[in-house]
Every structure is written in structure tokens, then in C-alpha cells.
């Protein structure tokens, strides 16, 4: 029966081991049924309301794509809520460039225009879609992924993330504006320091 009883609680083990990444996939889960900042003394609903989506309404489209976010960072009670917003507003002919979210899916739901979508699985498959007013895509949590306004008219798209601070890392950031070899660059990129130096200098922030 020993033998039984053992073999029994090694499996439980590695059950649990097995879905120990699921279950800490996501933001952690509080004990509270929401989180304070530790300065605040009184709370009341406007802890809970975020105004900062405001200038969306009745506003036109930018001259450049234009994020307006609602994460933690902005917006202090989505802290522990496992949830956060952002507002995207694409002029016509520009690009959310390849970029990740390392903590968090994201569900974008377009409101206007029209829309170019695509990410790329790890066994680099890319998997694209064209979306309409009303349409609903899902970037999976890590992949890089973009979207691009290619028609003649703005697009305003609004995405939900599976966290409070889902966090972005851009590809072309992160790659180039980093500081990384130019060197060690263009031999992963099987071209010359030039080359590099030349998309390095278009990244470049503009004073």
C-alpha cells in the first residue's frame, strides 16, 4: 500500500508542477478587493473613474499613430485588477510598428476605418488579417506583432489587455536605440555598419 500512497503523491507533485506556469501567467492575485496607493487617506469613486480618454471624443485623427493608455501607470486602481485599456488612433497611411506585450494577450476591437493586422507565431509563421468597423483580433501574449492604416481614411482601434501593466517592447526600439554593437548588429543582420548606422539615424529621436 506504501507503494501506492507514494506513487499517488509524486504524481499530485508533478501535477502541480506541471500547471504552477498556468496559474502564474497572469498579474498575481490580491487578498483585497482592490489596492491603494500608500499616500491615499480617502478614497471615493474617483479612485475608480479614469478621465484621460477624454480628448478621444470628438477629437481628429493625429498627424502620426498615437497611443492613449490606461494602465496601471495611469490609471492607479487597474493596479491588482488584471485588466488595462488603450486607445490607438491610426492617421491614414501609418504604422503601429512590430512590437511585444511580455505580461499580457491583447484583444484589439476596431471602432473606424479599416486595418492591417498580422503577428508572428515562435515558429515564425506569420498570421495576418484585414479588419473591418466591428471586427475583434487577438494578439497572443509575447508575439511580436503590428498593425497598419493603409487606406485613405484614419482607423481607431481599442485594445484590452490581460493585465494592468502589460508592458511594450518594441522591435525596432529595443533593437536599434539600445546602444547594441553596430558591429554585432549588422552580422545579425548579414549587412554592413553603414546600413545599420543609416536605420540607427532614422530612429534617432527628432529634437
Given amino acids: 500500500m506504501a507503494p501506492n500512497v507514494l506513487s499517488n503523491a509524486l504524481l499530485f507533485l508533478l501535477l502541480i508542477f506541471a500547471t504552477s506556469p498556468i496559474a502564474l501567467a497572469g498579474d498575481p492575485d490580491i487578498t483585497s478587493d ?16 479614469f478621465t484621460g480618454m477624454r480628448t478621444v471624443i470628438n477629437s481628429g485623427p493625429p498627424s502620426a ?3 492613449l493608455k490606461a ?29 511585444t506585450h511580455p505580461r499580457a494577450a491583447e484583444l484589439l476591437f476596431l471602432v473606424d476605418g479599416t486595418l492591417e493586422v498580422g503577428f508572428v507565431d515562435t515558429a ?18 509575447g508575439l511580436v506583432h503590428y498593425q497598419f492604416c493603409s487606406s485613405q481614411s484614419p482607423a481607431i482601434a481599442i485594445s484590452a489587455f490581460g493585465s494592468a501593466s502589460a ?9 536599434f536605440t539600445t546602444g547594441i554593437d553596430d558591429t554585432i548588429l549588422a552580422k545579425s543582420f548579414k549587412t554592413d555598419v553603414a546600413t545599420i548606422q543609416k536605420i540607427k539615424a532614422g530612429l534617432a529621436p527628432k529634437n
Fill in 34 to 49: 482592490f489596492i491603494l496607493p500608500l499616500n491615499a487617506t480617502v478614497v471615493d469613486g474617483n479612485f475608480f473613474t
Fill in 124 to 141: 515564425n509563421k506569420l498570421y495576418t488579417q484585414t479588419l473591418q468597423p466591428g471586427d475583434m483580433f487577438v494578439f497572443p501574449k
Fill in 65 to 67: 499613430f498615437k497611443v
Fill in 71 to 99: 494602465s496601471m501607470a495611469e490609471f492607479p486602481a487597474l493596479n491588482g485588477q488584471s485588466i488595462s485599456y488603450a486607445v490607438l488612433m491610426y492617421p491614414s497611411d501609418s504604422v503601429n510598428p512590430p512590437h
Fill in 167 to 175: 508592458g511594450t517592447v518594441s522591435v525596432p526600439g529595443s533593437v
